[in-house]
């Protein structure tokens, strides 16, 4: 059998896990994840990027995704770690719109690029 070479998100996720011993949340050393900042799905430019990671527990990971869910920012995941870390913080006026705003923007990048792929395949079709 092959030794296959680690992909560049495997490489991604090494290099994310070697960055830390423990959990930045609740600085748990156990089962230990690697964590986008910003969501593969949203954001596939920052996939591989190091500086897009952080290492939390699997209780913690699992816990902010159920909250947040997947479509995620960097900014979902400070308002995360700013309740675990300090306690319940009140959401302003200011957060409600920075929320609406990110995902108005995360909308129209779909958007954008299901039309892209809408006229690359009326092109082909044609």
């Not at 423990?22 to 910003?38: F, P, S």
């Not at 690029?113 to 082909?124: E, F, P, Q, V, Y």
Request: aromatic share 10%; glycine share 2%; hydrophobic share 30%.
């Amino acid at each position: 059998m092959q030794n296959q070479l680690p992909s560049r998100t495997e490489k991604w996720r090494l290099s994310v896990l070697r960055s830390s011993s423990n959990c930045i949340v609740c600085k748990d050393t156990k089962e230990l994840n690697a964590h986008h900042l910003y969501a593969v799905c949203e954001y596939p430019e920052y996939t591989n990027d190091v500086s897009n990671g952080v290492v939390v527990c699997r209780k913690c990971h699992n816990e902010f995704h159920r909250e947040y869910g997947v479509h995620v920012s960097e900014y979902d995941f400070a308002k995360y770690y700013t309740v675990k870390r300090n306690g319940a913080v009140e959401r302003t006026s200011e957060d409600i719109i920075h929320e609406k705003i990110a995902r108005i923007e995360a909308a129209m990048k779909h958007l954008i690029a299901d039309s892209w792929n809408d006229d690359i395949r009326w092109k082909i079709d044609c």
